[in-house]
């Protein structure tokens, strides 16, 4: 490694340049062994820093990525092979550039003589608190297999759980989108098309298809202005939910909407119950793996209970008695969280709960595709069956009479 130094000679002059040197201090007694006092003695990372910082804009770090940093880990941590060798080894087998660059900057890191879990916390846009604190807990422990193990396990679950709501969850929003582009389109542009020979002929028409010449004739004339109005509206939306207050509010709705809620629902306790049970399994506090567990839990609702669950353990209370007071945990989850309080096996229940609600949130992913696309078939039906008989009727009715 490369430091760069500030030192003054026998003489009080202030010397600066670079020098090689395996650590910090293996520089520094470098420096006293030629009569230089370090003033400060840095390691050249600017490099690193700025290359990352260009990558880190096109290039994340995914959880499947993560799954594999963990995996690859521990199977090296349990051969005993160090952990700088590990890290080392890691990096040249890494595709992704921006975790290339994160795993070096440990490496250097921990040459310094800083502790694995520190060095992850430098990376925060990378590892969650979540598998810090379980790194941190089998470095204390001396177990630090069993601790990276079951991050990789942790994140594994979440990623394939999260991967199969969103999968299901991707198709109707599609549909939906396709729809109304579609619908969009028709009426500005078909429609008047269609209209014109009822216009022409100047004949009585019922007042359902007045409304949709009306319609037709207003969207064909104005349609680039309720398209931009229509895209503000969309961006406005998009920006709203990006703030902290609109994510609060988006939070708040989430559990509540029609079909989805209950799936939301599920998948919060899902992940609640699954990574608070690896916590406690990896020794974590449960005052500290509750503040973490909801710090990761990505429901700002969800959070603030189990922020107020670890109040109610600090003071000398049971989680479930919080969990008890809102409706937003099922009652079942809240009932064996308290029998699992009182026998002393919160770890071991939890594992159930967190099996069960994964299993209840696939099967609720899978079922929305099979709701959804009846009723998305029935809406186009709908609307095509009501534009025929808006526009189409009258025109075969003054077929008819010509004939």
Avoid at 86 to 97: D, F, H, P, V
């Amino acid at each position: 490694m490369r430091f760069i130094f500030k030192a003054k000679d026998k003489d009080g002059q202030l010397k600066e340049g670079m020098i090689d040197a395996a650590s910090q201090q293996g520089a520094i007694d470098f420096l006293q062994k030629n009569q230089l006092y370090p003033i400060s003695v840095a390691e050249e990372k600017k490099k690193d820093n700025i290359s990352s910082s260009f990558v880190k804009l096109y290039e994340k770090v995914t959880p499947k990525e993560l799954v594999v940093f963990f995996r690859q880990l521990s199977v090296m941590v349990e051969a005993k092979v160090p952990i700088l060798s590990s890290l080392k080894a890691i990096k040249e087998q890494t595709t992704n550039r921006y975790m290339a660059i994160v795993v070096s900057q440990m490496v250097n890191d921990i040459q310094d003589g800083m502790a694995f879990s520190d060095a992850m916390k430098k990376h925060r846009d990378v590892f969650s608190v979540m598998s810090i604190n379980m790194v941190k807990a089998g470095e204390a422990s001396g177990n630090l297999r069993r601790s990276v193990e079951y991050v990789a396990n942790s994140i594994e679950r979440n990623y394939s759980l999260m991967t199969k709501v969103r999968g299901a969850m991707i198709y109707p929003a599609v549909v939906l989108v396709a729809f109304f582009i579609i619908g969009f389109i028709v009426i500005s542009f078909v429609v008047p098309q269609l209209t014109v020979v009822i216009k022409d002929l100047g004949i009585e028409v019922p007042w359902y298809t007045s409304v949709v010449i009306s319609v037709g004739d207003f969207m064909n004339q104005y349609w680039w202005a309720i398209a931009i109005v229509l895209i503000g509206v969309v961006f406005a939306v998009l920006y709203y939910l990006k703030s902290s207050q609109g994510q609060k509010e988006w939070d708040r709705i989430k559990p509540s909407l029609p079909l989805v809620g209950g799936i939301y629902v599920d998948l919060y306790v899902a992940r609640f119950a699954d990574n608070l049970s690896v916590l406690l399994t990896s020794g974590i506090p449960i005052i500290t793996a509750l503040k973490i567990t909801g710090s990761i839990i990505n429901n700002y609702v969800y959070q603030e209970i189990f922020e107020r669950a670890a109040d109610e353990v600090k003071n000398g209370g049971y989680m479930s008695n919080v969990f008890l007071r809102t409706y937003r945990i099922p009652p079942i989850v809240s009932q064996m969280i308290k029998i699992g309080e009182e026998s002393g096996q919160v770890d071991t229940v939890l594992a159930h709960i967190a099996k069960f609600y994964e299993e209840e949130t696939e099967t609720k992913a899978r079922a929305l595709s099979t709701i959804i696309e009846p009723i998305l078939m029935i809406m186009v039906g709908i609307a095509v069956g009501f534009l025929a008989f808006s526009v189409l009727m009258p025109i075969y009715d003054i077929a008819g009479k010509i004939k």
